[in-house]
């Protein structure tokens, strides 16, 4: 399949990609997907004093597309609060790297790793109860 | 050398310029119809036919009389499963095929399942064959037909075809055989395979696509219902006006074959294990299927933790295919591997490659230090290699559903 010329700049030249130590308290982490179904994506934010994402790392195992997607949004997390990472959509992500249909799921995975990467880290500081979580529990 | 690196012969092959140049006349010169009786230009196109038909027959040594042209390898298993099953079908209802044939021939059967036939699907062992005990097994008093392929077109292993032709005759079951993959690759004979119906097409064996040839016994005579009704071209067994083109491609094709098969398959076997030990000293590298009943050109590969879909894409430069198919929305493994028993992780990590005729140890050499290259630079983006090197159990890891 064509890929768009941005899938194939993030999948050649992925940004910050690695990790960072998980028990940092400064630090969340996010996995998502399913290695069985063919994708799994581990996306981490550092956050400054400031409340701020000063930093993100990502590691994907999946298509082209999967890793551009979250190459992608390890740029767009820096610099913002918690709350305003969370409304980056998948249609966003899917809209920037001209994802074709089949490829709608990279976009939502991504969209996904940064919700959980934020909801592990406000857990980390007895931020619980939000919108995320009273989801998952209903 | 140039690229992209044509690796993927399974797929199809390129057309031999020998053979193209034998076709040429027949599409400006020698262009009759041959089904033309009452003149020269038929008789000329009938004659290019009935040559094409003889080496076709030679390559497998068989009677030019029972080669049938098809349009090619789908129609073949169509015309000869279908045909076989409902001209047989009041001596019973059962069927037999294994879980990694060609849609080609699981459709078909899926299809005479919706018709009213019952059909056993059997399991191949882990390296990829079909165990003889299962299959004498899954025999019925009113199986009709079973059907085996020689060469699996994933994993390139050779099927006992053979041991299998034997039981079907000593039990009277009308044994067909999908040899698309193994014609021009292994030795056919049909004398010492008991096979009654075989399906070969031309563009696996650097003839033309859209021709292909269904073998169908006359000794014993197996009887099929013809499934294009038309002029009664092929002794009624397939109407439809002759591509002399295509078949005098096609002739051609299985006359080199026949000629230059032990110098090609000798010359490809080093290629590939050259291959095949470059890039197995690296780490979790799962071969798949079984390398010693196998032909010379496939070589299907899983690299752990990388999946591989993006692999391919890491090596534009050279045309190889994913056991994933990943493209369709199913987001499927691929169900040869599923059938070994290879978990969906490996599965989704594999790539087939296969060489042919014109490759070189070049691009050979080319292909394995890319892929190696590259299976490394996607482990590093790998969370699945990071969890593997840091000693943590993956079957252990919670993923967050999504």
């Given at each position: 399949?064509?890929?768009?010329?941005?899938?194939?700049d993030?999948?050649?030249?992925?940004?910050?990609?690695?990790?960072?130590?998980?028990?940092?308290?400064?630090?969340?982490?996010?996995?998502?997907?399913?290695?069985?179904?063919?994708?799994?994506?581990?996306l981490?934010?550092?956050?400054?004093?400031?409340?701020?994402i000063?930093?993100?790392?990502?590691?994907?195992?999946?298509?082209?597309?999967?890793?551009?997607?979250?190459?992608?949004?390890t740029?767009?997390?820096?610099?913002?609060?918690?709350?305003?990472a969370?409304?980056?959509?998948?249609?966003?992500?899917?809209?920037?790297?001209?994802?074709?249909?089949v490829?709608i799921?990279?976009?939502?995975?991504?969209?996904?790793?940064?919700?959980?990467?934020?909801?592990?880290?406000?857990?980390?500081?007895?931020?619980?109860?939000?919108?995320?979580?009273a989801?998952?529990?209903? | 050398?140039?690229?992209?690196?044509?690796?993927?012969?399974?797929?199809?092959?390129?057309?031999?310029?020998?053979?193209a140049?034998?076709?040429?006349?027949?599409?400006?010169?020698?262009?009759?119809?041959?089904?033309?009786r009452?003149?020269?230009?038929?008789w000329k196109?009938?004659?290019g036919?009935?040559?094409?038909?003889?080496?076709?027959?030679?390559?497998?040594?068989?009677?030019?009389?029972?080669?049938?042209?098809?349009?090619?390898?789908?129609?073949?298993?169509?015309?000869?499963i279908?045909?076989?099953?409902?001209?047989y079908?009041?001596?019973?209802?059962?069927l037999?095929?294994?879980?990694?044939?060609?849609?080609?021939?699981?459709?078909?059967?899926?299809?005479?399942?919706?018709?009213?036939?019952?059909?056993?699907?059997?399991?191949?062992e882990?390296?990829?064959?079909?165990?003889?005990?299962?299959?004498?097994?899954?025999?019925?008093?009113?199986?009709?037909?079973?059907?085996?392929?020689?060469v699996?077109?994933e994993?390139?292993?050779?099927?006992?075809?053979?041991?299998?032709?034997?039981?079907?005759?000593?039990?009277?079951?009308?044994?067909?055989?999908?040899?698309?993959?193994?014609?021009g690759?292994?030795?056919?004979?049909?004398?010492?395979?008991?096979?009654?119906?075989?399906?070969?097409?031309?563009?696996?064996?650097?003839?033309?696509?859209?021709?292909?040839?269904?073998?169908?016994?006359?000794?014993?005579?197996?009887?099929?219902?013809?499934?294009?009704h038309?002029?009664?071209?092929?002794?009624?067994?397939?109407?439809?006006?002759?591509?002399?083109?295509?078949?005098?491609?096609?002739?051609?094709?299985a006359?080199?074959?026949?000629?230059?098969?032990?110098?090609?398959?000798?010359r490809?076997?080093?290629?590939?294990d050259?291959?095949?030990?470059?890039?197995?000293?690296?780490?979790?590298?799962?071969?798949?299927?079984d390398?010693?009943?196998?032909?010379?050109?496939?070589?299907?590969?899983?690299?752990?933790?990388?999946?591989?879909?993006?692999?391919?894409?890491?090596v534009?430069?050279?045309?190889?295919?994913?056991?994933?198919?990943?493209?369709?929305?199913?987001?499927?493994p691929?169900?040869?591997l599923?059938?070994?028993g290879?978990?969906?992780?490996?599965?989704?990590?594999?790539?087939?490659?296969?060489?042919?005729?014109f490759?070189?140890?070049?691009?050979?050499?080319?292909?394995?230090?890319?892929?190696?290259?590259?299976?490394?630079?996607?482990?590093?983006?790998?969370?699945?290699?990071?969890?593997?090197?840091?000693?943590?159990?993956?079957?252990?890891?919670?993923?967050?559903?999504?």
């Amino acid at each position: 399949m064509a890929y768009s010329d941005k899938v194939i700049d993030h999948y050649e030249n992925p940004r910050n990609v690695g990790s960072f130590d998980k028990g940092d308290e400064s630090v969340g982490t996010g996995m998502v997907g399913a290695p069985a179904c063919g994708d799994g994506m581990t996306l981490q934010i550092k956050v400054g004093p400031d409340g701020r994402i000063e930093d993100a790392r990502f590691k994907t195992y999946g298509c082209g597309s999967a890793i551009a997607s979250s190459s992608l949004v390890t740029e767009w997390v820096k610099g913002r609060t918690l709350d305003e990472a969370t409304t980056i959509k998948n249609t966003q992500i899917a809209q920037e790297l001209s994802l074709p249909p089949v490829k709608i799921h990279c976009s939502i995975l991504a969209e996904d790793a940064i919700k959980a990467a934020v909801e592990d880290y406000k857990k980390k500081h007895g931020l619980a109860g939000t919108a995320q979580e009273a989801k998952k529990v209903a | 050398m140039k690229l992209p690196i044509y690796l993927d012969y399974s797929a199809t092959t390129p057309v031999d310029p020998r053979v193209a140049q034998k076709m040429i006349p027949y599409l400006t010169e020698f262009f009759g119809n041959p089904a033309s009786r009452s003149h020269a230009f038929g008789w000329k196109a009938e004659e290019g036919v009935e040559e094409a038909r003889a080496h076709v027959a030679a390559l497998i040594n068989a009677d030019p009389k029972e080669i049938v042209w098809t349009s090619g390898a789908t129609e073949g298993n169509n015309l000869a499963i279908k045909g076989a099953a409902q001209f047989y079908k009041t001596k019973g209802k059962h069927l037999i095929t294994q879980k990694t044939e060609h849609k080609a021939v699981l459709d078909t059967f899926r299809e005479l399942e919706r018709q009213g036939f019952e059909a056993t699907y059997l399991e191949v062992e882990p390296n990829g064959l079909v165990d003889i005990a299962k299959f004498k097994a899954a025999i019925r008093p009113d199986t009709i037909l079973a059907s085996i392929m020689m060469v699996n077109n994933e994993i390139g292993v050779i099927q006992p075809v053979w041991e299998i032709a034997d039981i079907c005759k000593e039990k009277g079951i009308v044994f067909h055989c999908d040899a698309v993959q193994a014609a021009g690759r292994v030795e056919i004979d049909m004398n010492k395979l008991r096979a009654d119906l075989l399906t070969i097409t031309a563009h696996k064996m650097y003839g033309p696509k859209g021709i292909g040839a269904l073998y169908v016994r006359r000794k014993p005579r197996v009887r099929l219902e013809a499934q294009i009704h038309g002029g009664g071209h092929e002794r009624g067994f397939r109407s439809g006006t002759l591509p002399t083109h295509q078949i005098v491609g096609f002739g051609e094709a299985a006359r080199l074959a026949k000629l230059e098969m032990g110098v090609d398959n000798a010359r490809v076997r080093v290629l590939r294990d050259r291959l095949w030990k470059s890039i197995q000293g690296m780490e979790e590298v799962y071969l798949n299927g079984d390398l010693e009943r196998r032909i010379p050109h496939n070589l299907n590969v899983s690299f752990n933790f990388v999946e591989g879909e993006s692999l391919i894409m890491a090596v534009k430069d050279i045309a190889v295919s994913s056991g994933s198919a990943c493209t369709s929305a199913s987001l499927e493994p691929s169900y040869v591997l599923r059938a070994l028993g290879r978990n969906d992780e490996l599965a989704h990590s594999s790539v087939r490659i296969t060489i042919g005729r014109f490759t070189t140890q070049e691009e050979v050499d080319y292909a394995a230090d890319l892929i190696k290259r590259k299976v490394e630079k996607l482990r590093e983006l790998s969370p699945l290699w990071e969890m593997y090197k840091d000693g943590v159990d993956l079957n252990s890891v919670q993923w967050a559903a999504h």
